[in-house]
T-cell receptor
Framework: GAVVSQHPSWVICKSGTSVKIECRSL??????MFWYRQFPKQSLMLMAT?????????EQGVEKDKFLINHASLTLSTLTVTSAHPEDSSFYIC?????????????FGPGTRLTVT | GNSVTQMEGPVTLSEEAFLTINCTYTATGYPSLFWYVQYPGEGLQLLLK?????DKGSNKGFEATYRKETTSFHLEKGSVQVSDSAVYFCALTSIIQGAQKLVFGQGTRLTINP
């Protein structure tokens, strides 16, 4: 069954509004979650690392005031796209890291398609 | 920096054909290597992985061998099925600024025709 869920699966919003995307870890508590962005026919670009109980770590070039990340519990992280513009239209994917033995593995959510009109 | 390069797609094959999707990487240290698959409308799923040189990852008939000498991790399958149609991503783990992160290739879209 699914390990990671995202909500909503797709959303259309008007330019200037804000949109919140939820990422839930269903099977285990995740101290670390990741947010990626995927443009059409392109690879995933890591936007930020979300750490439970602390501030997210953003990748170079990602505006932290525009893409607000909150990881308030061990099973939920949210990404809020503030004052959305058409260029923010994309596929947003979250993943959770699970510790396995001495290593770890990432499980990905099904993604959220955002269209800003 | 660390990077992954995949063969450009799209790749179109007939059912039961042999599949190879090339992947090469640039990395410092000893990264773990992965292949992820993304079926239409779904998120990425781990297909297989290898954590050290000469390791072979395998799953669902797919195989890939970690070749340190050629910095490659090519994906192969002897006989593809229509259900294998998807986008395939090669990836490696990289320690960036003290944190472990996945670095993805650009993805290769595979279409299998009956």
């Amino acid at each position: 069954g699914a390990v990671v869920s995202q909500h909503p699966s797709w959303v259309i919003c008007k330019s200037g509004t804000s949109v919140k995307i939820e990422c839930r870890s269903l099977d285990f508590q995740a101290t670390t979650m990741f947010w990626y962005r995927q443009f059409p026919k392109q690879s995933l670009m890591l936007m930020a690392t979300s750490n439970e109980g602390s501030k997210a770590t953003y990748e170079q070039g990602v505006e932290k005031d525009k893409f607000l990340i909150n990881h308030a519990s061990l099973t939920l992280s949210t990404l809020t796209v503030t004052s959305a513009h058409p260029e923010d239209s994309s596929f947003y994917i979250c993943s959770v890291r699970k510790l396995i033995g001495t290593g770890n593995e990432q499980y990905f959510g099904p993604g959220t398609r955002l269209t800003v009109t | 920096g660390n990077s992954v390069t995949q063969m450009e797609g799209p790749v179109t094959l007939s059912e039961e054909a042999f599949l190879t999707i090339n992947c090469t990487y640039t990395a410092t240290g000893y990264p773990s290597l992965f292949w992820y698959v993304q079926y239409p409308g779904e998120g990425l799923q781990l297909l297989l992985k290898a954590t050290k040189a000469d390791d072979k990852g395998s799953n669902k008939g797919f195989e890939a061998t970690y070749r340190k000498e050629t910095t490659s991790f090519h994906l192969e399958k002897g006989s593809v099925q229509v259900s294998d149609s998807a986008v395939y991503f090669c990836a490696l783990t990289s320690i960036i600024q003290g944190a472990q992160k996945l670095v993805f290739g650009q993805g290769t879209r595979l279409t299998i025709n009956p």
